[in-house]
């Protein structure tokens, strides 16, 4: 099995995966929070705002914005840094004579990067944990073409960066308590420093981490030694990187930022959110414990769940007891379980790699330990065809990885009755609908869009903003709307305000990528 990881293996799969995420993510309009990140990114390294866009620590809007240095875009001529950032980043997509789908093509492009090198990390995970080139393989296939990481892996936000970075950092923590040295020291901090410097929900490795440390405790004296090295590292390296962003050295400074982005977060995650988070049918605006598990169940491919499924049957078999990346995974559940904030599975996106590597480790040395020969080809070429499977199932979804879900729910026709927000319909099809308005040869069209696109930008005056199912615009013609828009106004049913009572005579005509429904009222 181990002559499976030579390089014409692995050059077949690369390229598939860059067609397919390539290919897609020019398909694709704004997505509902990518103008903000742009916006955010951009501004942050030209003019050292780091409190615009608070909602997230600053690396990750940075590097997604480093392509946009060189590409000569115009900011709009009255700027206003205090604004709304959705505000700004649609003023500079839509408002200002850049061309918006270059702009976006270039901002994706360094997610992209790191999309592709998740799957070589996986894979690397996966060989140095257990020494098998095959669950080298199946990590990098598992990896490459999930849906959830393609869909992400494409979008100009921080959601991959995350996993990508938090990964990392998980991996070089082990390699440095492992093998404890300045140098893994110092490379660990780079990647502790960078995840935290992406999101406020990096914090996790803290926990993580004093749990892998406390089996060390009677060498307490040592590891908190070398854990004190490694916390000033990492607190340098994010002192320098806001001061690089500012223009200027303080010590109180960046700390400031980050603890205030750490407020409107934890006010988020503790307080519930403003908006109607929705799953199976029900509204809240305080989530549900079950969220994510059911995200996960519904949106994970089912080779994939099998595939947990079998390693977990393995573990058990062969006594396998959890591991650091199992407890990194126990961890991460629970802080998603507690959360009141519930918009969409991109939240837990980094368990993903933690997940397939655990797979492919557990498989690998289950067919190491298969008895005879027959009992192992059986086992590889039961794996073989469930990474197939899953392979199949990234290229049928094209293009619509937002809005995968798995055949547990029948007809994806009808995913808007499961989940909605960013695991269905976050704004990636409006260009999809003008060049079905185009085809179509429509002139006049009511839309009522979510999502980061500009509707007069794709369709020009043909579109005309729908402002919800007012009855008082009940009239004759084609209308757009956002299948989460559509989904949302059922919260506003008692107050006749919901989508299927203003469409109750209408035809539907249309489904744009499994996002935008379109009707026509004769």
């Known amino acids: 099995m181990n002559g499976l990881v030579r390089r014409e293996y692995f050059v077949p799969l690369l390229l598939l995966q860059l067609v397919l995420a390539l290919a897609s993510m020019r398909g694709d309009s704004a997505t509902d929070d990518e103008p903000a990140h742009i916006a955010a990114g951009y501004l942050k390294l030209t003019q050292g705002v780091v409190s615009f866009y608070r909602y997230n620590p600053p690396l990750g809007d940075c590097v997604l914005a480093v392509p946009l240095l060189f590409s000569g875009i115009h900011l709009p001529s009255e700027l206003n840094t205090e604004a709304n950032p959705w505000s700004v980043g649609k003023a500079i997509l839509y408002g200002s004579g850049n061309d918006a789908d270059r702009v976006l093509f270039l901002a994706r492009l360094p997610v992209l990067v790191l999309f592709v090198a998740l799957a070589f990390l996986a894979a690397w995970a996966a060989w140095r944990m257990s020494g098998s080139a095959f669950a080298a393989i199946a990590a990098y296939v598992l990896t ?29 923590l082990l390699e440095w308590l492992r093998t404890p040295s300045l140098r893994s020291t110092a490379i660990a901090s780079v990647a502790v420093a960078a995840a935290l410097l992406t999101k406020i929900s990096a914090l996790i490795l803290l926990p993580w981490l004093l749990l892998l440390l406390w089996p060390r405790r009677r060498e307490w004296r040592l590891y908190a030694a070398r854990a004190f090295v490694l916390a000033v590292l990492v607190a340098a390296e994010m ?132 008895k005879g020969a027959r009992e192992k080809k059986v086992l590889v070429a039961a794996v073989v065809l469930l990474l197939a499977w899953h392979i199949g199932e990234s290229v049928a979804t094209y293009p619509n990885y937002i809005g995968y879900f798995n055949e547990l729910i029948g007809s994806r026709e009808n995913a808007d009755l499961y989940l909605i927000d960013s695991n269905l319909d976050w704004g ?62 059922f919260f506003y049913r008692q107050y006749g305000l919901d989508y299927g009572q203003y469409f109750a005579g209408a035809k539907k005509v249309a489904t744009i990528n499994g996002s935008i429904d379109v009707f026509r009222i004769p």
């Not at 918009?343 to 397939?356: I, Q, S």
């Not at 099809?429 to 006049?444: E, F, G, M």
């Open 239 to 370: 002192e320098l990187f806001y001061a690089a962003l500012m223009r200027r050295f303080s010590l109180v400074a960046p700390f400031r930022e980050f603890a205030a982005t750490f407020g409107i977060v934890g006010s988020f995650v503790t307080r519930g959110f403003q908006k109607p988070q929705y799953l199976l049918g029900t509204f809240s605006t305080n989530g549900w414990w079950y969220y994510y598990p059911v995200a996960f169940l519904l949106k994970s491919t089912i080779p994939a769940l099998l595939l947990v499924v079998l390693a977990a049957v393995v573990a058990v078999h062969l006594r396998r007891p959890p591991g650091a990346m199992t407890l990194f995974i126990a961890l991460f559940a629970i802080a998603s379980i507690v959360s009141s904030l519930a918009l969409g599975l991109r939240y837990v996106l980094p368990v993903y790699p933690f997940v397939y590597v655990i797979v492919a480790c557990t498989i690998a040395k289950a067919a190491e330990a298969a």
């Open 428 to 489: 990636q099809d409006l260009k999809r609908l003008a060049r079905w308005a185009d085809d179509q040869h429509i002139s006049r069209i009511n839309i009522d869009y979510f999502g980061g696109g500009d509707v007069h930008y794709y369709l020009g005056d043909r579109a005309v903003p729908l402002d919800g199912p007012d009855p008082r615009r009940h009239t004759p013609g084609y209308f757009a709307i956002s299948r989460h828009f559509y989904r949302v106004s």
């Open 144 to 172: 490459a073409f999930c849906p959830n990481l393609i869909a992400h892996g494409r979008l100009a936000t921080n959601d991959l960066e995350l996993t990508v970075f938090l990964f990392a950092a998980a991996l070089l």
